[in-house]
């Protein structure tokens, strides 16, 4: 196994500065604790990183605490996120950029979460071939408690040693492991974990887990692993037991981690396995029901009557949700589940449009507008059953919808579909 001895010298380049600032202001961000935004740093960046230079020479750089932030999970728990500073993100990106291809090619094949070239699509396209394909249809369904938040630093510097003895980037590796988080006015120590939102955070996860893949692929096991998301693939009952059992001892004993017993489980793809957003069963892949649930909850306040917005306006809004829901799901077999969906919310733009009119005469004026004849019915224009009224629809029919006012129909994208990958073994 190579070992790389002199890295940190990399670093003390202000092009790989200036590279490392435009890739954290791509991925955007919120301010750290000194409250300087993305704009504001680059506002000065000339001066932002001639000291940031200098001090990263002069060894006289310290990491900041990072800002902490609490995000709702599906299960009504909460993910705590830690926000560093705009230049430690640049120091963190700079750094990551120089050791994640020294680990990149070792990583096992079936691990997707944060690798440059593979994504959730893939995950759940292995998972499939797997289960269809060689019949490894009894699968370990792991969940690990708090992962990003328990991973033990002194394990972290064992597992980055291996391959690199360069002190200094040793030692800044343990600066942001070490740096605290600031919840209100509050410094809080860090001695264990990894704060999820830093840069370097995924990449110290997956050297981190690393150690489980390779333990796991020795004992002849299959796995799909997306961060701490874990399956593990078995032929039968039996061998899913025995496997659980060899894993919850290695993540547990060796790399000190907690095993969620409450959400760890043994399940077949018959009933269908939960992974990334999608149910995975033997023969098709559909979306879980909570995510559906959400979508229709972000479209529902989007396209409330009282908004007092323009349904062009509104549309724009619209688009980019659809786009980006569509864009994950379309590896399931969602097609009817998609369909589904149009129909409601162009029924919802459609209530939304007729209430904006206030009388039926000036439905029955767009009406006519679009060659009807007279007469028509008077309905009540703030009803929800009229908004699936033939008038409705003629007034505003799908064409109309869809071609003029440019609402994307997320009914017409291909679903099932695998993602290749591209020079992933």
Known sequence: MRKYYSLYGQLLSKQRLYEAFRHIKRNKGAAGIDGQSLSAFEANLEVELSCLLLELKEKRYRAQPVRRVAIAKDDGGERLLGIPTVRDR????????????????????????????????????????????????????????????????????????????????????RQFLESGVMVGYHLEETELGSPQGGVI?????????DAFDQFMKARGHRIVRYADDILILCGSRAGAENALRAARRYLENELKLTVNTTKTHIAHSDEGVKFLGVVIHSKYTRIQGKKVVRLKQKLKSLTKRNRGIGLAAIIRELNPVLRGFVSYFRVANCARVLKQVMSWLRRRLRCLQLKQWKKPSRLHRRLKQLGYQPPFRHIRMQSWRNAASPLASLALPNTYLHNDLKLMDIAKVKTGITVPEFGVS
């Open 90 to 173: 640049v120091v963190q990106q700079a750094l990551r950029r120089i050791i994640e291809p020294i680990f990149e090619p070792d990583f096992h094949p079936s691990s997707y979460g944060y690798r440059p070239g593979r994504s959730g699509h893939h995950a759940i396209g292995k998972a499939e071939l797997f289960i269809r394909r060689y019949r490894r249809d009894w699968v370990v369904d792991m969940d690990l408690s708090k992962c990003f938040d328990t991973l033990n630093h002194d394990l972290i510097i064992r597992q980055f040693r291996q391959r690199i003895t360069d002190g200094s980037v040793l030692s800044l590796l």
């Open 201 to 209: 955070s995924p990449l110290i996860a997956n050297v981190y887990l």
